[in-house]
């Protein structure tokens, strides 16, 4: 479904993502773990359209995305929801969510998204017309997930969503993935937490210092005395 | 007492003016982090504009103040693409005096095709004076009509910040660029869209201004430019109501103290609470208590 060959992306002078490869499949949930400053947000901005790819290659269903714009990238189905939320803090909660729908012309099909991302995050309903600054960490997170699939993507990126949440949180937010998942999304998910996201995933990349230095499914991936050793341990 | 209600009104006509011009600052602000300086010379052209449409074509006053705020809004778009845009990612200092040349140009670019002279405005609105609270006060119609324009212009500006789908667009724009790109918002499409916006209130300030003053000149947008500027600072700049609190508020003061303490004092007092605000509330009045920022 995706498919990244040899990406690099620069900062100016820094040469943030190196060579990067890797590929997700229809279905698949598939991990990026790596430490912090690794290139992970950078990978996922790439994709997303929001930095541009130097050299290497894109592909999404076949079609050549990196010099699309960030829009024309969420209307072929990649949602990317950020690192840190970035929920539009001042606007109400139904705001987000109307602007997660910004390039859809449908109104109808709109209407019934809204529901549908009620009934996956009841809280928020009940918060529909609160300004979502106002929300607490995991109901920001779970707005940000709405928001991001209020475009009705394909292809879901997310940027640590469990960043700075209670372990309770935690949980029912990867249980929420996973139930998205199930709804035929594929997702990218990228994590500092590895225990949990090698749980939930098919299979997993771990980058390093802008290259990845491993990969293989994730069940596999738990049980690697490396990986227990960098990412799991402590 | 008459003369204190007499010089409210006046006062609230003039912060009308300000209030206008403010909010095309402080929309710009919000999206773009940039003081545009010549806006002030844009109400200049909307005087111009409502003066050739009355003058020239004969037209009355509702058709110039709209032709008024489109021929603005387009002037607007075209500043911003030609000037601001092309400096998108350049120091801040560049894009600021880059505003300031612009100012400076539609100025004497004006002054060569008008003449620098000072000229009068066609009474296009009829000036009744109608007496008020038993005779206390004289109430202008024409007050009534700067107030009530501005009051509808403000609430339709309210309508389409909050309620419209772009208007939304242009609040996300304003928090986060970054992710209102990745909502798939069109960035440029929005900035024009902010430019045209403002630019049209302050060549409806244009029209009023030269309807309520009677006199216009190439050079008249200056002094209210930097006024509104003010205004806008004083409520918190990037913020709409703080726009109109501080017109509002500013066009009080300074009829105020023209009328009581002489006109020489009223700039100075102006610039003066401007210094104050910034020393103690640098946010701006409104800058904490109001969330809203566009
Ligand atoms: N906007 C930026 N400008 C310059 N350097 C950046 C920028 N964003 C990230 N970097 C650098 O790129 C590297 C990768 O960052 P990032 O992709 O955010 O890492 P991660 O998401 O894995 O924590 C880091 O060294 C970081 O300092
Ligand atoms: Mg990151």
């Known amino acids: 479904m995706l498919e990244l060959s040899n990406v690099n992306v620069y900062y100016g002078p820094i040469h943030a993502v190196k060579n990067i490869s890797l590929k997700i499949e229809e279905g698949e949930i598939v991990t990026l773990i ?84 009620f009934s996956l995050f009841p809280r928020l309903k009940e918060r529909k017309e609160q300004i979502a600054g106002t929300l607490s960490g995991g109901e920001q997170q779970m707005l940000a997930i709405g928001r991001g699939l209020m475009s009705r993507p394909q292809l879901l990126l997310l940027d640590e969503p469990s960043m700075g949440l209670a372990p309770i949180i935690v949980k029912e937010i990867f249980s929420i993935i996973e139930n998205i998942n199930k709804e035929g999304i594929s997702i990218l998910l990228v994590e500092q937490n590895a225990n949990m996201a090698l749980k939930v995933s098919d299979r997993a990349y771990i980058i390093r210092n802008g290259e990845i230095e491993l990969e293989g499914k994730s069940k596999e991936m738990l049980e690697d005395e490396r990986v227990k050793k960098a990412y799991l341990e402590g | ?67 008024s705020m489109a021929t603005c809004s387009i002037l607007g778009i075209l500043i911003e693409k030609v000037a601001y845009k092309p400096l998108r990612n350049a120091s801040r200092i560049s894009a600021l005096i880059t505003a300031i040349a612009v100012s400076l140009f539609l100025q004497y670019t004006m002054m060569y095709f008008v003449k620098p002279d000072t000229r009068t405005f066609p009474d296009v609105l009829s000036s009744n004076k109608i007496s008020i609270l038993g005779g206390k006060a004289l109430l202008d119609t024409k007050n ?21 789908k772009i208007g939304k667009a242009m609040r996300a724009v304003a928090l986060d660029k970054d992710v209102a790109q990745l909502m798939g918002v069109d960035i440029n499409r929005i900035i024009s869209f902010t430019f045209a916006i403002g630019s049209a209130l302050a060549g409806a300030a244009g029209v009023l201004v030269g309807v309520y003053y009677n006199t216009i000149n190439p050079l008249m947008g200056t002094v209210p430019g930097l006024k509104a500027f003010v205004a806008a600072v004083l409520g918190g700049i990037g913020l709409i109501p703080g726009a109109v609190f501080g017109g509002f508020f500013l066009g009080m003061v300074e009829t105020l103290v023209s009328a009581y303490g002489g006109s020489i004092f009223k700039d100075a007092v102006a610039f003066g609470i401007l210094i104050i605000v910034l020393l103690i509330k640098p946010s701006g009045l409104l800058g904490k208590t109001v969330k809203e920022k566009v």
């Open chain 1, 34 to 117: 790596g430490a912090n400053g690794a290139g992970k947000s950078t990978t996922l901005k790439s994709i997303s359209g929001l930095e541009k790819c130097e050299a290497g290659e894109i592909k999404f269903r076949g079609e050549n995305i990196h010099s699309l714009t960030p829009t024309n990238i969420v209307k072929l189905g990649i949602s990317y929801v950020p690192e840190g939320r970035r929920i539009f803090s001042k606007m109400t909660v139904m705001e987000n969510l109307e602007m997660g729908a910004y390039t859809r012309k449908d109104k109808k099909g709109v209407k019934e998204d809204f529901e549908k991302i």
């Open chain 2, 1 to 67: 007492m008459e003369q204190v209600l007499q010089q409210l009104i006046n006062g609230i006509s003039l912060g009308s003016i300000y209030a206008l011009i403010a909010l095309g600052y402080t929309m710009v602000y919000g999206i773009i982090n940039l003081i545009n300086f010549a806006h002030g010379d844009i109400y200049m052209i909307g005087a111009y504009v409502g003066y050739a449409v009355t003058r020239f074509l004969g037209l009355g006053f509702v058709p110039a103040l709209l032709i």
């Open chain 2, 144 to 164: 009534i009509y700067i107030i009530l324009i501005t009051i509808v212009l403000m609430l339709l500006l309210q309508y389409v910040v909050l309620k419209t």
